[in-house]
């Protein structure tokens, strides 16, 4: 069986290890619960006839408290940075966390989250801004960990992804 | 003494190794009982054991670490700490510490417990307080722009009470925003104040309002009694918004008011010269006169584009402030095609 290292990437109170708990076991709690350090889950999905055992660092997100701890990313094959619909800032850090890994990583795949999408009448990223990013080659999930709204969709594409990667080199 | 260390590792919830080659470790102190729960083959005080299957976090830990042993200097360093689950699902945090001391290479693995608890406490509130103050900082957000909406419809009402018996188009008003809003732009004034004049300028004739319907409805042209009551509008236009403390009003009322002032002094009601005239009334000025030789009206057919161009020129320091209509002359291409976008309607 193929296994691949992911990384979930962001500011805090996006949604990382709720996004993690909707995909592993279908549970979603409104409570906000901080995450220090890292902590791996491990999932088996089927993507096209082919096993991928993902494992999955939840990584505490980056703020004036703490800062990304840069060794928890060695060996990763896909990136997912996570923002919160709901605050733009968490876009920019996303971004931002963007620039800063991909030129250690130039062989993995990264994809953007928009997380909290069931939060409409908050949202702050408009359609114009998706677009500027879709233009410049980003894969954009806009996904709810509450609803459940396009999670699977999100981990089976960036599976996909990372073995597509794989056959290509 | 050795002993004694040992205990209190032991006793401080810490494993403590020694490095032996890369990837591989002896145990020196007895392990604390939470290695029984996470390793698959328990460890014993002198047993050589990898730690690469039980506790692969570290593998990412262990290339710095390799640089720090293999390195002549002394010290130590640290990674962050990490969740690890046991088979029965109970959730360890460990963190780890890579030593160089007096030429040995030592690893220190330390259940974290209730310092951790603490710390993820700590973290919490902080945290908290930082989303309660973007929460606070969102709701501001949401209230100005509803006193911003608020405004704008205000302003789009005082345009209705003025349109209602003039003969200027709709799709002219909205030009004088949009050309307005270009310039200001381009000036490089702040988000606030373009938004501003977009809404202001198109209130620069609203003292029209104030004016007898045979002078404002009259076709054709004005004798010199006439004209100066219909001078007056920019006068009235003035009073009616003076003395607002809302930002946008105030520069409708400079707008009003002094829109067809001229540079040189020659203009009305005030006579103001120069950058006495405010800039907002300076701006409208030019792109009222280049909007309404452009357009058809009542009394007048539309004049050629060169035509109205040579005019501005020739206004040029007399009329029209020279560094502004420069920069009216920069943006031309897109004064074009805010034209072609919002066309007067026939008929």
């Known amino acids: 069986m193929i296994s691949k290292k992911v990384c979930m990437l962001g500011s805090f109170a996006v949604g990382k290890t709720s996004l993690i708990r909707r995909f592993i076991v279908s549970i979603f709690e409104e409570k906000y619960q901080t995450s220090v350090g890292v902590k791996v889950d491990k999932k088996q999905i089927t993507i096209d006839d082919k096993q991928l055992n993902m494992m999955l660092w939840d990584l505490a997100g980056e703020d004036a408290f703490n800062t990304l701890q840069q060794n928890f990313l060695r060996g990763s094959s896909g990136f997912i940075l996570v923002a919160d619909g709901t605050r733009q800032s968490s876009l920019e850090k996303s971004l931002e966390l963007y620039q800063r890994i991909r030129p250690d990583y130039p062989e993995a795949a990264f994809v953007l989250v928009l997380n909290k999408v069931d939060l409409q009448e908050s949202w702050q990223v408009s359609d114009e801004q998706l677009r500027a990013l879709r233009a410049d080659g980003w894969q954009i999930f806009l996904t709810s960990a509450k609803t459940g709204e396009q999670v699977e969709l999100l981990f089976e594409q960036l599976g996909r992804l990372m073995l597509h990667q794989e056959i290509a080199t | ?347």
């Open chain 2, 1 to 347: 003494m050795k002993s004694t260390l040992q205990s209190l590792f032991s006793s401080m919830d810490i494993l403590l190794l020694e490095r032996i080659a890369e990837g591989r470790f002896r145990v020196l102190a007895p392990p604390p009982t939470w290695t029984g729960k996470l390793t698959q083959t328990g460890f014993k005080v002198g047993s050589e054991v990898s730690l690469s299957e039980d506790f692969f976090v570290l593998d990412t830990f262990f290339p710095d670490a390799e640089d720090l042993w293999n390195s002549s200097k002394e010290g130590t360093i640290n990674c962050d700490p990490w969740i690890q689950c046991d088979e029965e699902g109970q959730e360890w945090p460990l963190a780890a510490r890579a030593i160089h001391s007096n030429g040995k290479p030592l690893l220190l693995l330390e259940h974290l417990g209730e310092s951790y608890t603490r710390q993820q406490q700590m973290h919490q509130l902080a945290r908290e307080s930082m989303l309660s103050k973007d929460e606070l900082e969102l709701e501001v957000h949401r209230r100005t722009a509803l006193i911003r909406k608020g405004e704008e419809e205000l302003a789009h009402r005082l345009l209705d009470v003025s349109n209602w018996r003039d003969e200027e188009t709709g799709a002219h008003i909205r030009r004088i925003g949009l050309y307005s809003e270009l310039m200001a732009k381009a000036l490089g004034w702040s988000l606030q104040d373009v938004d501003n004049i977009r809404l202001a300028a198109p209130m620069h004739d609203i003292g029209k309002v104030g004016i007898p319907d045979y002078v404002l409805l009259k076709p054709g042209r004005l004798d010199a009694e006439e004209r100066r009551i219909m001078e007056r509008h920019a006068y009235i236009g003035g009073e009616m918004l003076k003395g607002s403390e809302i930002p946008m009003i105030e520069m409708a009322h400079q707008i009003a008011i002094g829109h067809h002032e001229k540079w040189n002094g020659k203009g009305y009601p005030n006579q103001l010269s120069g950058s006495d005239i405010p800039i907002a009334a300076r701006i409208v000025a030019i792109v009222d006169v280049y909007d309404a030789l452009s357009s058809e009206r009542v009394y007048k057919p539309a004049w050629p584009e060169d035509e109205v161009l040579a005019y501005l020129r020739k206004e040029r320091g007399s009329h029209f402030d020279p560094e502004l209509i420069d920069l009216f002359f920069e943006l031309l291409p897109e004064m074009r095609n805010i034209r072609l976008l919002l066309p007067d309607k026939k008929g």
